[in-house]
């Protein structure tokens, strides 16, 4: 179920994004990117999805949360900036069984 939370700070998007992962001796990587916008990849312009673009480029130096690494990881995202201009902008994501996030996140959808 997509949702969004805004807080004075950032608009955080729990919309279905997603991470494929695996385990390279030591290395976590990064295999698939999921968008849930796809094929019409509305999380930019009409055919770009700025969370594809973050994570593609920066890997997880976009990651802020902590949690198990598994096969896939959903992910909450947030943007600063204009999504239309990502060499302007700044992308964070946060995966979505991070505990205290979680624990975060519930609480401002229920309250």
């Known amino acids: 179920?997509?949702?969004?939370?805004?807080?004075?700070?950032m608009t955080w998007h729990n919309d279905g994004h997603s991470l494929s992962l695996r385990l390279n001796k030591s290395?976590?990587?990064?295999?698939?990117?999921?968008?849930?916008?796809?094929?019409d990849r509305k999380c930019g312009d009409?055919?770009?999805?700025?969370v594809?673009?973050?994570i593609n480029r920066y890997g997880f130096d976009c990651n802020i949360g902590v949690c198990a690494?598994?096969?896939?990881?959903?992910?909450?995202?947030?943007?600063?900036?204009?999504p239309d201009n990502p060499d302007e902008?700044?992308?964070?994501?946060?995966?979505?069984?991070?505990?205290?996030?979680y624990a975060w996140m519930t609480s401002k959808a229920n309250g």
């Open 1 to 9: 179920m997509a949702s969004r939370i805004q807080t004075n700070e």
């Open 27 to 39: 290395e976590l990587e990064i295999t698939e990117i999921f968008c849930p916008n796809s094929p």
């Open 46 to 50: 009409d055919d770009f999805c700025v």
């Open 52 to 54: 594809d673009y973050f």
């Open 69 to 82: 690494p598994n096969g896939t990881m959903e992910i909450c995202w947030s943007l600063a900036g204009d």
């Open 89 to 101: 902008s700044q992308l964070w994501f946060v995966p979505i069984n991070d505990e205290v996030f």
